[in-house]
């Protein structure tokens, strides 16, 4: 039920305490690398990060080539968190790649506000992504596969690998393809809203996706403590995490 993931590469053992605690407090899930050998095994073992929030001063590494390294292991938006004030580094940072900078020391309640803004055009461009591959997908009325189950976007429905109707509403076949065609990526509630009620205007508080979300749960056996096809990321939305088959 967290919000999103975000990783913190800082070789400041007390930052790290006060980040991990201020930013767990206001609903995400935090993980912690001291250097680039630890940041290397959170990547490896397949953890899903949503941010990283990085120190380009740590020991035994090479400065601004570190936004590089991490850059090639994982496609995920970076804050650069310096004690460095000079305007130059800062562009060339931004340059290279970062999506922020934050100047220490600062405020936990900027660096907040910064993730979220950050997170949020993150989860935009997801979106912008999200609809093309859908229409295409929909030209060419594919099958998805997943877990013991295949969307049928030709069909517009879901049918188990025997062949038989998981019966989903129209609603529901647009909400699970939009999450499906986004697998492992984060959709926002407004977006899904778009797709599913078009013409409507978005009400934060009509639970009505919340409601397709858990029929669409019980349908697909997604109800149980070892299952979690669909995930919810607590204040933005809802991620597809099963895997796609071919």
């Known amino acids: 039920m967290n919000k999103a993931t975000i990783l913190s590469v800082d070789d400041d053992e007390g930052l790290q305490v006060v980040l991990k605690e201020y930013l767990e407090s206001d609903g995400y899930k935090v993980l912690r690398a001291h250097d680039l050998k630890e940041f290397e095994m959170w990547s490896e073992q397949g953890e ?4 990283v929030l990085l120190d380009l001063m740590l020991k035994n590494t090479q400065g601004l080539s570190l936004i590089q390294t991490i850059r090639e292991k994982i496609k995920s938006p970076i804050i650069i968190v310096s004690g460095k004030t000079d305007t130059t580094e800062k562009i060339v940072c931004l340059e290279m790649g970062a999506d922020d900078y934050i100047t220490k020391p600062f405020e936990m309640r900027e660096l907040s506000a910064r ?14 992504t999200s609809t093309q591959t859908m229409s295409e997908i929909k030209t060419s009325g594919e099958k998805i596969y997943f877990e013991n189950w295949y969307l049928d976007c030709g069909q517009y429905q879901l049918y188990d690998l025997d062949d038989h109707s998981a019966e989903l509403t129209t609603g529901e076949f647009k909400l699970l393809e939009a999450l499906v065609l986004s697998a492992k990526k984060v959709v926002s509630r407004e977006r899904l809203f778009e797709i599913t009620r078009e013409g409507a205007n978005y009400d934060a508080y009509d639970r009505a996706i919340d409601i397709q979300i858990a029929r669409i749960r019980k349908k697909i056996g997604d109800n149980s ?3 979690e096809i669909i995930k919810t990321v607590r204040g933005v939305g809802y991620m597809f995490c099963a895997s796609i088959k071919n």
């Open 115 to 128: 993730v979220k803004a950050v997170l949020r055009r993150a989860y935009a461009d997801n979106d912008k």
């Open 225 to 227: 403590k070892d299952s």
């Open 48 to 51: 899903s990060i949503d941010l």
